[in-house]
Structures are given as C-alpha cells and as structure tokens.
C-alpha cells in the first residue's frame, strides 16, 4: 500500500531532550516536507527536501534540523526541543517538487514540557 | 516571502447551499494552487488544485476560480452535505529565487453543515 508513515505518532518530552521523528514514504516520489500544525495558524512549512541531499528552510525552521540521506526517508530532529515546539507535526511527500499532490503522513503530536 | 490570508476562519451553512471560501496571495510568481480538506482528527487530503494558466476549475460538487490580476483564489462547494464538514487549507507555491519550491498555506476555515 502506498503510504507516508511517521514515528512517533505520539511523544511527551521535556526540554532539552533531543528527539527524532522519522518520516518514510514507499512511492519513489522525490519532494518531502515538514509541516507544523497549531490552533488559529494552519500548516506551516519548516523544511523541504526536493531530492536526496537537497533541503531548504520553510518558514518556521529556527529549532529544527532535517536530513535526507535516502529518498524515502526525510526525519526530523529536535536537537533541543522548547515548549513552544508543542505542536502537531506532518510528514508530506510529493511525486515532483511543490506543484503536485502532496500526500502526508498521519501526523505525530509532541508535547514539550 | 508569501502571505496567503484565508477567510473565513468559520462558516456553516445549511445542508444543500453552497459555501464558498475566499484567499489571497501576495507573490505574484506564485502559479499553484491546491486546496487540502482536513476531516477531524485526520491528515489533510488534496480536494482540487489549480494552475495560473487556467481560470476555473471543476470536479462534482467542487469548483476553484483564480483571478491573477487581483491575486485570489475561492472554493466553491455547491449541494453541501455533512460529509462536508471539515476544516480547508488553501495554499499557493511557486519558484524560488534558488529554483526551489516552498508551499505556504492559509490559517484554514472550519467549515460545519448544518443537516
């Protein structure tokens, strides 16, 4: 089945303790992004990735790191996450870069204390 | 860099009327864009897209407009049903100046059909 998947779906932390969400898609598409979700502010971009070894900062990526080693695989990383990382996160991917359905993931709610 | 504003925030209508949702853009090389329908407690799903080079578009009961010249975009959804209700996203795209492509996306507007 062709999916985007993220691990964890949940996670409970406190400050400072650096974290990984993993983000992994099964349909050769080249283009994967990072989203965050939060009340009264809809999706915005923290970073993108047009193929492997290629990424570039979204519009919120101050406190977040990314990598792509591999086509399916586009983790996030938290090197020291901060309450107000308190968010809904998606995982998106796209067959081409930007201008074709995105299909995300099934998002991970992370909560910083 | 883009400002896409979305409006309304809410909107319920009566089961069988339309709803439309309005957004504007500011980056006048922006030449996508798609409309992303979010059930509750789901992840967002594509609805309908469309480029700069097309004016109106349509699928069933879902039609998109783009006016370039005044940089907005509107969803219009006639024959409301309840499986209707949940919360849009616009959101517009385009070539940075490095030949990348960001995608910004409005606040969102919760939209509720009232059987």
């Known amino acids: 089945e062709a999916q985007v998947t993220q691990n964890p779906r949940y996670l409970i932390t406190v400050t400072g303790k650096k974290l990984t969400v993993t983000c992994s898609q099964n349909?050769?598409?080249?283009?994967m992004s990072w989203y965050r979700q939060d009340p009264g502010l809809g999706l915005r971009q923290i970073y993108y990735s047009m193929n492997v070894e290629v990424t570039d900062k979204g519009d919120v990526p101050e406190g977040y790191k990314v990598s792509r080693k591999e086509k399916r695989n586009f983790p996030l990383i938290l090197e020291s996450p901060s309450p107000n990382q308190t968010s809904l996160y998606f995982c998106a991917s796209s067959l081409l870069a930007g201008q074709e359905t995105q299909y995300f993931g099934p998002g991970t709610r992370l909560l910083v204390l | 860099g883009e400002n896409v504003e979305q409006h309304p925030s809410t909107l319920s209508v009566q089961e069988g009327d339309s709803a439309v949702i309005k957004c504007t853009y500011s980056?006048?090389?922006?030449?996508?864009f798609p409309w992303y329908k979010q059930e509750l407690g789901k992840r967002p799903q594509l609805i309908i897209d469309i480029r700069s080079n097309v004016g109106e578009k349509k699928d069933q009961r879902i039609a998109v407009t783009l006016n370039k010249t005044a940089k907005h975009f509107s969803l219009h959804i006639t024959e409301t049903q309840p499986e209707d209700s949940a919360v849009y996203f616009c959101?517009?795209?385009?070539?940075?100046?490095?030949?990348?492509?960001?995608?910004?996306f409005g606040t969102g507007t919760r939209l509720t059909i009232i059987p």
């Open positions: 980056d006048s090389a922006s030449n996508y």
């Open positions: 349909m050769n598409h080249e283009y």
């Open positions: 959101a517009a795209s385009k070539i940075s100046n490095f030949g990348n492509e960001k995608l910004t």
